[in-house]
């Protein structure tokens, strides 16, 4: 990917690198540094699928209490996948593999005749930081605005975010509310269906939560997320299977989500700590999730920290969910992620601040690593063997 180069990530750096004059002469917000971290991902899995994201966040003090962010990324997904034709759904001439699992995101189509697809997503976010006191206990405001863009769909949203802390800040309670509003466009209508497309749905989201200092060396943090969504939710291109005939795709038009987490943090001492969470999640289509994961970091020199990780998931199907449909049912998917779902994927990530302390006006930090996901699709008995790398640059 070319649109963050690391030359173009190094001037961004520069630029917010610099004191001016001495300590007495410098406004009191420039005593905060700026900063600014560039990311590259790689994804590739044995289905067929690459992505390749990269981006950048910043934030820069503008006054004494206010901050500006920015984040923009891209995604460029590739996805190869051999023509065929299955017999399954009575030879009829069709891109979507529907005896193979369905490897796009929910925003992107899937593969429509031909062997290869490619897309690019983009993405760009702005907001504020704004620092205040409510009864004497430290508050942000944090108001920001998403837009993301590719050719068939397009996703506007935005949040507010409120972070106060209480009880000399040992205390942190946070809570957020959002709304999102996405248009559906797909480049060719699907034929017989033309009718529900161009269409569009929105999502109200909101949550909660709550981090406390239980000793100096113990933190415990616990919140919950809801989300509730309403209109055309269902994929233009995907397909449900009836018997041997393949029909479009009719989801629920609306979905109500939640979930619920909670976090320990835990030095172990000997410049190690141990994090623990567990998450669960459910929405009203059935499907049902638990997510536990476990991190340990380890800092071998004030300048290198490294991750240790390790991330199940484990999810039930939608309640009208089926891999063949005997009737033609009201509700029908062919999207193999509202089936039954088991996941591993254990990580390593290196830190290593190569210039001045990291949060320091100048810092500069370099990241890398490496997970490995194997996912099973119980329903299709079949796995998904993924590789994600990292590479990253961060400074103040």
Known sequence: MRVLPPLAALVLFAGCAHRVGSTASVPAW??????????????????????????????????RNVALTGQFLVDHIVVETPASVHEDTGNQPTGHMHTDVDIVTSASVTVLGGDRLEKTRYEGTLGTNIDTSIRDAPTRFQPSARVSIEPDYQSYSGRLRMTTELFQRNTTLAGFIGFGHDRIDPLEA?????????????RINGGVSVS??????????????????????SNPYRRALVRTTLFPEIL???????TLYANLAWYLGWDTALHLRFGTYLDSWGV???????????????????????RF??????SFYAFRYDDL????TGDQRLGGIHEHQPGLEVAWTFLGRQGDFGSLTARAGYRLSLIEYRDLERFVIGHIALVGLGGS
């Open 30 to 63: 420039r005593e905060r540094p700026g900063a600014v971290e560039s990311r590259f991902y790689y994804y590739g899995n044995n289905r067929g699928l690459t992505v390749l994201t990269t981006g950048a966040i910043a934030e820069q003090p503008v006054s």
């Open 190 to 202: 699907p034929m017989g269906d033309a009718d529900r497309w161009p269409a569009t749905h929105d």
């Open 212 to 233: 406390q200092i239980l000793s100096p060396r113990l933190v415990l943090a616990a919140g919950l997320g809801l989300n509730y969504m309403f209109g055309n939710l």
């Open 252 to 258: 629920p038009t609306t979905r109500a989500r939640g």
């Open 288 to 310: 049902k999730a638990v997510i536990p994961h476990a991190a340990v970091t380890k800092d071998f020199s004030e300048t290198v920290l490294v991750t240790f990780q390790y």
């Open 313 to 318: 998931y484990w999810q039930t199907a939608a």
């Open 329 to 332: 049912e009201p509700e029908r």
